[in-house]
C-alpha cells in the first residue's frame, strides 16, 4: 500500500472512531466543559501530537506531508481539533529546533509524557491575523520583552491567542525592547501558572467552538 494512503487511512480511522461521533455532544456543553480533553488525550496516546518530532526527541519522524494530510483529516472531524492539535504541535516543533537542551529534555519530556501538556504559539499584533505591515503581526506594541539578569520579562497583552486558558506551554513573539539592533523580536518559552501571567476570558468562534481564544495578560 502507498504509505500516504496508509497514514491518510490512520488518521481517517481515528477521526471517524474518535472524534465525530462526539462533536455535536461536545459543542452543546456549557463553556466551562467543552474543552475536548478527551479527544486531546487520545491523540496524543496514538502519537498526532509528536507526529513531525523528531525520532531522538520521541517523536514519529515524519514530515510536512503528512503533518498536512493529518490536520486535513482532522479537520474532517471538527476544525476546533484540528487546529488545536496542529498548534500544539508547532510549540513543541519550535522547542525542538530552538529551546536549549535543558528546554527540550523538560518541556518535550512533560509533552509527551503528559497527553494534556498542550502547547500553543501567538504571533499576532493588536489586532489578531494578518496585519496591514508584515512586521507587525510578530512586533507588536501591545507587548514586549525586556532581557534582565537571569531571565527575560514579558509586559503587555497578546491578542487572540488559541486555547491560552489551556495550554500547559506559551511560545510567543514579542518585541526585543532594549537590544543592539531595531525591531529584533524574541521568541519566549512561558509556563501556565507563572507569577504574573493571565488570561483573559475565552471567546467563541463561529465554526470552530472546540478552539477558542483567549488574551494573555
Not at 493529518?70 to 504541535?89: F, P, W
Not at 529546533?97 to 500553543?120: I, K, P
Not at 506559551?170 to 539592533?181: A, Q, Y
Not at 471567546?203 to 495578560?217: H, I
Request: aromatic share 6%; with cysteine.
Amino acid at each position: 500500500m502507498d504509505f500516504n494512503a496508509e497514514m491518510r487511512g490512520w488518521i481517517r480511522g481515528f477521526v471517524d472512531r474518535d472524534v465525530k461521533p462526539v462533536v455535536h455532544e461536545l459543542e452543546a456543553r456549557p463553556d466551562a466543559d467543552i474543552f475536548p480533553w478527551d479527544i486531546v488525550e487520545k491523540a496524543n496516546a496514538v502519537g498526532i501530537g509528536a507526529l513531525t518530532l523528531s525520532e531522538a526527541s520521541g517523536g514519529g519522524g515524519f514530515g510536512l506531508l503528512a503533518a498536512a494530510m493529518t490536520i486535513e483529516e482532522l479537520a474532517r472531524g471538527d476544525a476546533g481539533i484540528a487546529m488545536t492539535l496542529s498548534k500544539s504541535l508547532h510549540g513543541a516543533e519550535l522547542v525542538e529546533q530552538f529551546g536549549s537542551d535543558s528546554q527540550r529534555r523538560r518541556v518535550l519530556g512533560e509533552y509527551l509524557a503528559n497527553g494534556r501538556a498542550l502547547f500553543t504559539v501567538s504571533a499576532d499584533g493588536p489586532e489578531g491575523g494578518l496585519s496591514r505591515d508584515a512586521d507587525e503581526d510578530a512586533t507588536s506594541p501591545e507587548a514586549t520583552a525586556q532581557r534582565i539578569d537571569g531571565g527575560w520579562i514579558v509586559n503587555g497583552v497578546k491578542r487572540f491567542v488559541l486555547n491560552a486558558d489551556k495550554a500547559r506551554y506559551l511560545v510567543v513573539f514579542v518585541p526585543w525592547r532594549g537590544s543592539s539592533r531595531d525591531a529584533l523580536t524574541a521568541c519566549l518559552l512561558l509556563e501556565s501558572g507563572h507569577a504574573g501571567l493571565e488570561t483573559g476570558p475565552a471567546r467563541d468562534t463561529v465554526g470552530r467552538r472546540l478552539a477558542r481564544e483567549a488574551d494573555l495578560l
